[in-house]
């Protein structure tokens, strides 16, 4: 997963409650993405970020909110979680993105709200 | 608005060559991407095509015709592994990556 990882792997939330995604790269990328993946669609970009201290909305960034303080970690919360929320979001990382980006994923979190 | 087409769901023989096309309608073109992805797992890096003709990596080729909106990754000498979902992925205008919703490749012994 070209050193991509993310925690947790896998959560059960309640309606309303909260909490914190982490997407961690231990190399030197300056672009990360988080997107999320349902059933018959194709991937969906919630927030992106550029560079540390740098972030951007996405296609899809209602209910989401990130955080990119360390150029290694890019956090994406939920504030307050809804069942339109359960799917699989994936962390990815871009190698040269202004020519031929090639984006590399972390393994993904699977949510489930209730 | 962008679209980017890929059939569903294909079905191939072990040893066979399948061949799977993206059709793409977006704001700008600055390359084509075909990533594999195995059930509950990431999406991993196959191909980038951005001038038009054949790249060829192995058992797997893409093609791409810029003024048709068109691609297509060719699988040859097909094996059990080879069962996955392949994705479609354009870079518009902005440098965002555009996601088609992938095409389930099963295959049969």
């Known amino acids: 997963n070209a050193g991509v990882t993310q925690t947790p792997k896998f959560r059960v939330l309640k309606t309303g409650q909260s909490m914190t995604l982490l997407c961690a790269q231990d190399?030197?990328?300056?672009?990360m993405y988080w997107y999320r993946q349902d059933p018959g669609m194709g991937l969906r970009l919630i927030h992106y970020s550029v560079g540390e201290g740098t972030t951007a909305k996405g296609e899809v960034p209602d209910g989401y909110n990130v955080s990119r303080l360390k150029k290694q970690n890019f956090l994406l919360g939920l504030e307050s979680a809804a069942p339109s929320q359960t799917s699989v979001y994936f962390c990815?990382?871009?190698?040269?993105?202004?020519?031929?980006?090639?984006?590399?994923f972390g393994p993904g979190t699977r949510l489930l709200v209730l | 608005g962008q679209n980017i087409d890929q059939p569903t769901e294909m079905t191939a023989t072990e040893g066979a060559i399948v061949q799977i096309n993206c059709t793409y309608q977006t704001s700008g073109f600055n390359g084509l991407f075909w990533y594999q992805q195995h059930a509950g797992e990431a999406p991993t890096f196959l191909s980038y095509?951005?001038l038009d003709g054949l790249e060829e990596k192995g058992r797997f080729s893409s093609f791409l015709s810029r003024s048709k909106g068109y691609s297509y990754l060719l699988l040859k000498e097909l094996q059990m592994k080879d069962s996955a979902s392949y994705l479609c992925a354009v870079v518009d205008s902005n440098y965002q990556l555009i996601w088609g919703a992938g095409t389930k490749l099963i295959i049969k012994p």
């Open positions: 095509n951005v």
């Open positions: 990815a990382i871009a190698v040269d993105p202004e020519g031929g980006e090639t984006q590399y």
């Open positions: 190399m030197n990328h300056e672009y």
